[in-house]
């Protein structure tokens, strides 16, 4: 029954559209209980990083705490503003969450575990990822809301300052493996992660990643003691979820690419690919939350002088010297 | 005077209430706003050894748009209540007030005949659900003004089943009412 329906939809929409839908699915299935984890996991180390407890009464260990709000967002009125221009205010939550779902495609989780892997797969994420930062701007300049447009405008040069060392350090591994499939490059780690060999490069991604992600110690677009609430203060309800749920499925992807190109990817023993994969994208993502609740938030020329002057040299002196380096070896 | 649920569905869905009842008892995020040092309670009840997110309600939001209680910690001058009552107004609906501390519940010292430039109780201006007693309030006292406001909205915590302790043994019959 299910290989006789599985046949006629293959034979309708050929195998290639029929992945393509089925994984998509999937995917948005899982970007779902992926937020509801993450930011159960965000509160709750939150709260032991702080000495509390963290949500505790809904469920057990408080786990059905984010289902619970997720909930009640679904249930709360969605005000839009008078003066908004309202095609940009409605169209920009649903926007912000497209680069995510494509970015999905190429995810290696496994040796078979990948939607398409395509040959431009690395370009392809950083290509696409450029797309969150339009919604972001879209967002903030309809909401009519100074504070709201002033947290576009940081984010946006924000994004642009850091997208930089992130391909950076990303081409440099992508000269080691001599691919930008996901799967090439995971096959080329087959020996030693290109951590060991690219320290730099993986250091400068971490730290490009956690700026691209708009999080602490640079979540200054939404800088809460000068902002309000940065881009999304005029969002309410399931927008401002949306928003929220972009946010933690670009920190999944951001750290599966982290994996994907560093730390091996599905590779590991004992273990089937995919546990390995989500293992190490967890440990990534646990990171970037100890991070978040250390650290305190950076000035903004600060933030911006660490980009241009320190990171972007750094990464281009890590690629001439990798080029080099790979010339005369190979 | 703002007006709270000024309109009545015509059709109740008893079921769906209830749960929508628990589930926004259990998720109650209060905005990032104090008027004077009650505030400074309010902080430590959101901070360790209190620890309001235990009851899912420790998640400050800094915009009115995104949070469902205001919690008035503090006094209301004359001038601040025009910006008090916009930042109700801009909260989405289903949302609840906390009036915290002696100021908020009826000007506490600064009321007296003659004064001029104090609101004499956050219900003046608004429609309070809670109020919490104290000079300012210890902490407990905020958590025990919040958990109040779950009782309101799960019929006295009957319909609370999410959150997994109960606060009280029931009631004896004919002893019910408000507990505050």
Redesign the interface.
Known sequence: MMQAAWNSLNAFFGPVALTLMVGLLLALGWVQVNALFLVWLERKVAGHIQLRIGPKEVGPFGLLQTVVDGVKLLAKELITPSAVSWPLFVLSPVLVFAPVLVAFVVIPFGEEFQIRDLNVGVMLVFAFGGLGVLAILMGGWASNNKYALLGAIRSVAQNVAYEIPLLLSAMAVVLMAGSLSFQKIVEAQAGVWFVFYQPVAALLYLVGATAETNRAPFDIPEAESELVAGFHTEYSGMRFALFFLAEYSNMFIVASVATALFFGGWRGPFLPGPWWFLLKVYLLIFGVIWVRWTFPRLRFDQLMNFSWKYLIPIGVANLVVTAVVLKFTR | MVEAALVQPRVKLVLLEDL?GA??A??L?PM?FGLACCAIEMMAAG???F?L????A??F???P??S?VMIVAGTISRKMAATVVTLYE?M???KWVIAMGNCAIGGGPFSYPGQYAIVNGADKILPVDVYVPGCPPRPEALIQGVLELQDRLTKQGRTNL????GRFPEPAAGEGGSRV
């Open positions: 929508l589930v926004r259990n998720s995020w990032t901070a360790s050894r620890d997110d235990r009851f899912g420790g998640v939001r800094p915009s748009r995104q469902d801009q989405p609906a289903p999410l959150r997994r302790f």
